[in-house]
């Protein structure tokens, strides 16, 4: 079998481990039935993945990078506004492009099924795709668009405004075709950050001259 047979073989096991997980949780999950859906025996597995752990781990890993890949696009924009206002947007596109990895990354509750180390994992993956959201709030705060505070918490206010809307999308408790969705997206995005700019400093009322006093 040649080397990009073996990397399809394996990508193809970690999309299924994956995809277990999201439809049955953990304990649906088995070597066994990652076999049955790739169309390998579960002692094939065991070539790619010491066990379930690294298997599930794997998929995690790889759903994260696959998200800061989406974020990163964002830093092709000019502005600091620009930046942030695009990482929003790749943002929902990812959560609806990849809603399995969505939904493993930050709706799944690995520690809660027993999962401390796959919980850890997401965490860690996850942090620096964080990281770049705070320090785009930071280049629009030294901009002077976006209003003073604690970045980590202006942060924390735009991922959960963006989250809801993508965790309510994917399952399925909002419906409705592409376009409809991404009018929802829009507004989303510009209700959050407005939120958050600097208003334009109000302009004076126009005054009439005082007449020169004659002598």
């Known amino acids: 079998m040649g080397a990009d047979s073996e990397r399809d073989t394996r990508e193809s096991m970690i999309e299924a481990a994956r995809d277990l997980m999201v439809s049955g949780g953990f304990e649906a999950l088995s070597m066994r039935k990652v076999g049955q859906a790739v169309g390998v025996s579960a ?40 930046r942030l206002e695009r990482m929003g947007q790749r943002y929902f596109d990812f959560a609806e492009e990849h809603r399995q990895d969505y939904y493993v990354l930050f709706m799944l509750d690995c520690e809660q099924s027993g999962m401390e180390k796959l919980d850890q994992i997401a965490k860690l993956e996850t942090r620096s795709t964080f990281t770049m959201l705070v320090d785009r709030i930071c280049e629009c705060q030294a901009a002077g668009v976006l209003r003073a505070g604690d970045p980590n918490a202006l942060a924390v206010y735009v991922w ?53 006093a004659r002598r």
């Open 43 to 82: 002692t094939a597995i065991y070539r790619h993945f010491e066990d379930k752990d690294a298997l599930l781990s794997a998929a995690v890993i790889q759903g994260a990078r696959l998200f800061g890949s989406y974020l990163r696009d964002a830093l092709r924009e000019p502005t600091p506004w620009a």
């Open 160 to 212: 959960s405004s963006y989250h809801g809307l993508a965790s309510l999308r994917g399952v399925g408790r909002i419906g409705g075709s592409a376009e409809e969705y991404q009018h929802l997206v829009r507004a989303q995005l510009e209700l959050t950050l407005s939120a958050l700019c600097v208003p334009p400093l109000p302009q004076p009322a126009p005054v009439e001259p005082v007449p020169t």
